[in-house]
């Protein structure tokens, strides 16, 4: 694996195309897109590096998936009456869907969907346990403490959030949160602002891969569908090109990272700042594909 991976940063390195950090979030904005880190955990326990594998970056919309891992545990498949399992095909914060399919997102990982997610985890609960719950989860699945959710990211992100909190003044108008939106938007924004290494990020995904010995969060059946929500709809109107290319289940964030789940087989965090036109990663995409042509890993 060591020698998988030189080739491939290096090949990073020397195509230069790395892509614009995420310009809508003031924190992120400024971030040196020249900047990739891969780590790849195995099923035998070994974790492979290289890169800037221990700089910790924000997760952004990676979180979405420890929130739905927390809500299946505790409401089961009642979260799927609130919110749907297909792809969009539209903008991670597009209010077209929505307003057409009557306040039900399409699914958990655009971010209407996400937002009713973490108001099903806050119902009934302070914004803090609903949070110190996620961050706990983090910490567990990756084996790690060193796991802190960046509070002037999380201010960021709020103070520039005018259009998801449209989006959640329009899903309580179709009784689809719980909470004020002022709340779950709150405690949204303080889930994506996680900060992790690709070290732990591919530690936390050992529960998804199904390795033995790994934390088990939820059902392996809750497991298999939230890989293939990550498959079908990890990357938003990007899903099919990341499916097409790499052939595995991936969850992008805007912060630059990508966790990418070989079943069985291995945990992968690519990490590199700089997106493309979807909003995924521009070089950690490219790199997914590279590794994934080395190792034949695929689903298909």
Not at 2 to 15: G, M, T
């Amino acid at each position: 694996m060591e020698e998988l991976l030189k080739p491939i940063v290096a090949e990073i390195f020397d195509q230069n195309d790395w892509g614009q950090p995420a310009q809508y979030i003031p924190e992120l904005a400024g971030i040196d897109p020249k900047q990739f880190a891969v780590s790849v955990c195995l099923a035998d326990g070994r974790t492979v590096s290289a890169g800037s594998a221990s700089k910790p970056f924000s997760i952004q919309s990676i979180s979405k998936v420890f929130s739905l891992m927390l809500a299946l545990g505790r409401v089961g498949d009642q979260l799927w009456s609130r919110v749907g399992r297909e792809p969009s095909g539209t903008s991670f914060d597009s209010v077209v869907l929505l307003e057409k399919e009557r306040g039900r997102p399409r699914n958990p990982f655009i971010n209407a969907g996400a937002i009713v997610t973490t108001d099903a985890l806050l119902s009934g609960r302070e914004p803090r346990t609903a949070l110190a719950e996620i961050l706990t989860l983090v910490k567990d699945m990756s084996g790690s403490e060193d796991i802190y959710i960046n509070e002037s990211v999380a201010a960021s992100e709020q103070e520039t959030g005018s259009r998801n909190m449209a989006l959640a003044y329009y899903l309580k108008s179709h009784g689809n949160l719980s909470c004020t939106p002022e709340q779950t938007l709150g405690t949204y924004y303080h889930q994506c602002a996680i900060e992790m290494t690709t070290e732990q990020l591919a530690m936390a995904g050992r529960s998804l891969a199904g390795f033995d010995g790994a934390p088990k969060i939820i059902s392996h059946e809750h497991i298999r569908r939230v890989n293939a929500l990550m498959m079908t709809c990890g990357h938003y109107d990007g899903s099919g090109d990341f499916a097409f290319r790499v052939g595995l289940p991936g969850k992008s964030g805007v912060g630059g990272g990508i966790l990418i789940i070989a079943p069985n087989v291995a945990s992968i965090a690519i990490w590199s700042p700089g997106l493309n036109h979807y909003g995924n990663s521009n070089a950690g995409t490219r790199a997914a594909e590279m590794l994934s042509r080395a190792t034949d890993w695929s689903v298909f």
